[in-house]
Structure formats: C-alpha cells, structure tokens
C-alpha cells in the first residue's frame, strides 16, 4: 500500500533522521557480478548521510566500486506486524578518500561507539584492522518510512530530487 509521495516535508525528513538515530545496523544492499548481496553492518549518521567502515576487500566494498547505487535498510525486529516501523533508502554510497572527511566521519563513529576508542585493549591484530579499513558514505536520493502502527502498510516518501541531502534537509 504505497502511501502518499512527499516532496520537501520537513517533519518527514525531521523523522527519518530520528529513526536513523535511533538506531546502529543497516542492511546494505548491492549488486554485482555474483548477483545481489545484503550485508548489516553498523553505521554512524550525519542527518540522513550515513556511513560505515569496512574493508575495501568485502564483496559489498568491491560492488559499490563498481556499482555506487545502492539501497538500505533500517528495522527492528518485530514479533507482531502491527508494530512494524522501518526505513528504505536508495541512493548512493562511495568509499570516502579525503583524509580530513575520513578522520572526520572515523571520529563521529567512534563517539557513537564508545568500543572503537577502547581499541588500545584489544589485541594487537584488531588495532591494526581498524587502522586499515575504510570509510564509505551513502547518500540517499530517495527515503521511504513506513509505520504500521499508523495503519497496515502506512509508507512515507521524502524523494531528494536526485541529488544529496543538503543541511536543511538534515
């Protein structure tokens, strides 16, 4: 049941950030050679700008060099469906290359868990992994939330006009 588009709505885009925040794993979806791919993984935000660290080796990393569209997906799991509430976003998704946004977005993640800046007490090959990963952003063109709890199959569209999400839409 596809609800009604929205263009532009401020307290959409004002709740799609509050459910990204409230949450920390995304399944990211790609497609390549071997076909499509889903992954979870654990991800910081700025607004609805999202990222993640991974290797550049991972199947998702090496099909989003290939391929940068992207979709993700955001949900907890629910017992009951009228609980349902989740987020579908496509758009696209790149490895971040510039050192200073690198550091940046590394040192928002490691705010948003505390673990990643314990990582002097853990043992020496993990500190040396998560020196080597990378960074990747997503950025969506287009962000669907859907709400069960406001009626089966309830859905809210928030299209971003093909382009990146910009502050005021943050």
Do not use: C
Not at 7 to 34: K, N, Q, W, Y
Not at 43 to 51: E, I, N, P, R, S
Not at 81 to 93: C, D, I, K, N, Y
Not at 99 to 118: G, M, N, T, V
């Amino acid at each position: 049941m596809e609800g009604k588009q929205q263009r532009g709505s401020e307290d959409l885009a004002r709740r799609i950030r509050a459910f990204i925040a409230a949450h920390h794993v995304l399944s990211l979806a790609t497609h390549g050679p071997e076909g499509p791919h889903a992954a979870n993984v654990f991800y910081a935000h700025d607004g609805m700008l999202v990222f993640w660290v991974s290797d550049r080796a991972t199947r998702h990393s090496r099909e989003i060099e290939r391929e940068p569209r992207v979709a993700i997906t955001i949900a907890p799991d629910y017992a009951d469906f009228p609980e349902v509430r989740g987020l579908q976003m496509s758009g696209t998704a790149r490895r971040v290359e510039s050192a200073q946004e690198r550091a940046r977005l590394l040192s928002q993640l490691e705010a948003r868990y505390p673990f990643l800046k314990r990582l002097a007490d853990l043992p020496q090959e993990l500190r040396e992994a998560y020196a080597r990963v990378d960074v990747y952003r997503f950025e969506p063109t287009r962000a669907v939330l859907i709400d069960n709890t406001r009626g089966f199959g309830h859905r809210e569209t928030l299209e971003l006009g093909g382009r990146p999400p910009q502050a005021e839409d943050t």
